[in-house]
């Protein structure tokens, strides 16, 4: 087993979105993306087959997608997509999400 500390991973950046790879394994991948006010964590897709989970775990935004997308996002919320669909995220106040990948590409 495998314990992780989310609290030891709560630290943001002025230039750009703070990423941290919390695990990643032959099965799934999970990263914690961390981002002020007013970023933008651009709207991308991958050449791949699997599916993506984006959890908001502190603060509010918008999920994005395809067409200018928008659905209101906070805390506990969770976006479950196709890998290859546009996704992205925009934080209205500081804001952390968990994204995670299956299978890992």
């Known amino acids: 087993m495998k314990m ?3 609290a030891e991973s709560r630290i943001f950046e002025e230039k750009g979105l703070k990423r941290f790879l919390l ?3 032959p099965y799934f991948r999970i990263l914690n993306f961390n981002l002020q006010a ?3 964590f651009p709207v991308h897709r991958h050449p791949a ?7 908001v775990i502190e603060g509010s935004g918008q999920f ?3 067409n200018e997308t928008a659905l209101p996002a906070v805390a506990g919320d969770i976006l479950v997509s ?3 669909e546009p996704h992205g995220v925009k934080a209205d106040t500081d804001m952390r999400i968990l994204v995670t990948i299956a299978p890992p590409f």
Do not use: K, W
Not at 49 to 55: E, F, L, P, R, T
């Open 4 to 6: 992780i500390h989310l």
């Open 23 to 25: 695990h990643d394994s």
């Open 38 to 40: 007013g970023q933008i």
């Open 49 to 55: 087959d699997g599916q993506v989970s984006i959890q």
């Open 64 to 66: 994005l997608g395809e």
């Open 82 to 84: 196709d890998i290859n």
